[in-house]
């Protein structure tokens, strides 16, 4: 059944079971004591009309009333007539594709209300109109826990989607979308406008969205641009607003459908001419020089890294246990080579003064002594992490640059230039500590935001899942350790509970009876300063909290209302708003709180200022709220806990 305002409709899946269908819903309008209109009422219909609309079982078809209006329509003359016309439009606007873009002059002509002009370009959008509705197509009806499709295309004025359905290899559309992009959105670029075309679908198409997997067809990396670290603005919105659905992105495949072909090919821009790409094999790689020595002073290194884009870091490496030249020249090898890694370096060129070092790495020469073998196997290991890598000796005249660097590591720290960067090795880079135990790490809380962000698996409990897609946004996975996004700080590192630090509990809870209540026990709990509670045992959790919640608004009505009930629904917000910044017994924070992380300023601090109100500095105020965001989901869930403990 499906009911919106005064306009319900009763559905049932085969025509025998129709009559006992309608029995139940009687029953419950007689219950109600409601009324129907017979005049308005059609039994045992295969199609009906709901909502302006022709539902059949095949799927919604466009009202042939509203069609035959708008084929009847003359070019409009005035400004009244061309409003008419584009609200007969947006009334047929989920059986039209592109249609925003298609009455753009239309629109303009509105702009400018005093200047009317029917232009050319005006009629060749009606007759466009008119001959596209001749034959509208039929929108098809989503099954049950079927993946949807979503097609995006924009153009530089205006946004369009198309949401589909595949059925016997064939897809059929299910709603069209368009919108015209307003002041700055039209200086947006290609990729910004398809994640706007995407937010506009999820906010018109909310239901579908909730309700499907929907797979985003599409030839932009959207998915890695709404999943960056150091996303920011509009795109972070953005992010935080999408992730509540469940959203998989996929390549643009060969359109199965001709209606679905001329949507794609009519609505699709070309690539911004601002932003060149650059192949891989054109840009220039990584180049590295390293340089090592060994003296009686002490051991030391210099390296100099510069970037394709011509970014250069100098580093001074100090060793301090002995070593030889080629192992000093290693060292440098090695500290470079993980900084290249960290930096996803995926093209580098290594030039170094020593031909020993080079050759081994080259296998032109075979390490026979232990510590050349561990070397040269940790630089492999980091080499094998690297897409392209090459190695060349020079002579000692071409790498003096390196060399001063290397000179500069045994130097005083007041004599070494601003820039450059002194590093201190304790011991070898080969040394590798031996594990004493092997433990087996337990299931944290982080595992269903770690298997998400990694291959997108969500766990199998769905409101679990609908909970980790909400919060993912917020969180981002580097290096392989999961990091939560911060109001207050670049990032958050994520901790499980054997990683956390814990002190003395702050509250003890018995629910066992009251063998702890005694002298002692009490004093050896104040003494550590331990809130000692009792509680008693676990119930089941009820339905009654719906209850609980109307009940307190009715009282809080009836207190304000006393002899004038009628006037109940101009007081209803301010009851609400008193509920919502009330402490609940349940969970110890207010609604308000629970929602936006803070507490809200009330009328009476208006009147009579508290503290926060006297001292209010917009510094501190805005530093605290950012502070209170980054703990709002811990907040959050305090709060479940002790309601979980209050039940």
Known sequence: MEVYVDDMLVKSRTAECHVADLNKIFSKLRKYQMKLNPAKCAFGVALGKFLGFIVTQCGVEANPKKIRALQEMVPPKTVKEVQRLTGRVAALGRFVSRSAERCLPLFKILKRPKNFLWSEECQQAFEELRCLLASPPLLTKPQQGEVLYLYLAVSPVAVSTVLVREEDKLQKPVYYTSRVLRDAEIRYSKLKKTILALIISTQRLRPYFQAHTVAILTDQPMKQILQRSDRAGRIAKWAVELGEFDLEYRPRPAVKAQALADFIVECTLPDDPELPLIPTEERPPWVLY???????????????????????????????????????????????LKLAKELKAEDLRVFSDSQLVVS???????????????????????????????????????????????????????????????????????????????????????????????????????????????????????????????????????LCPSEAKFGL??????????????????????????????????????????????????????????????????????????????????????????????EAVIPLEIGLPSPRVEHYDTVSNSSQLMGNLDLIEETREAAQVRMMRYQ
């Open 505 to 598: 509990p702050r509250i003890l809870l018995s629910d066992n009876g009251r063998q702890f209540d005694n002298v002692r026990f009490r004093e050896f709990c104040f003494e550590l300063g331990i809130d000692h509670r009792f509680t008693s045992v676990f119930y089941p959790q009820t339905n009654g909290e719906t209850e609980v919640t109307n009940r307190t608004i009715l009282q809080g009505l009836k207190a304000r209302l006393d002899r004038s009930k009628e006037q109940w629904v101009e007081d209803l917000y301010n009851v609400l708003w008193a509920y919502r910044t009330t402490f609940r017994l349940s969970t110890g924070e207010t609604p308000f709180n629970l929602a936006y992380g803070t």
């Open 360 to 494: 081994q790495v080259l296998e032109d020469f075979e390490a026979k002594e232990p510590s050349m073998q561990k070397y040269l196997q940790k630089v492999r290991e980091l080499i094998s992490a690297l897409g392209s890598f090459n190695i060349q000796h020079i002579p000692r005249t071409e790498n003096l640059r390196a060399d001063e660097f290397s000179k500069l590591a045994t130097s005083r720290m007041n004599e070494l230039p601003k820039a450059t960067v002194l590093e201190y090795l304790q011991t070898p880079s080969t040394e590798e500590l031996e594990p004493t135990m092997c433990i087996d790490i337990e299931p944290s809380w982080m595992d269903g935001f770690v298997n998400y962000l990694q291959d997108g698996t969500l766990p199998d409990d769905e409101l679990e899942a609908r909970r980790i897609r909400r919060q993912a946004p917020r969180y981002i996975l580097y290096e392989g350790k999961l990091y939560r996004r911060s109001f207050t700080s670049p990032l958050l590192k994520c």
């Open 290 to 336: 390293v340089d090592g020595s060994s003296t009686l002073g002490g051991s030391e290194a210099g390296l100099i890294l510069t970037s394709p884009d011509g970014v250069v870091a100098e580093q001074a490496l100090r060793l301090e246990f002995p070593a030889s030249n080629n192992e000093a020249e290693y060292e440098a090898l090695i500290a470079r």
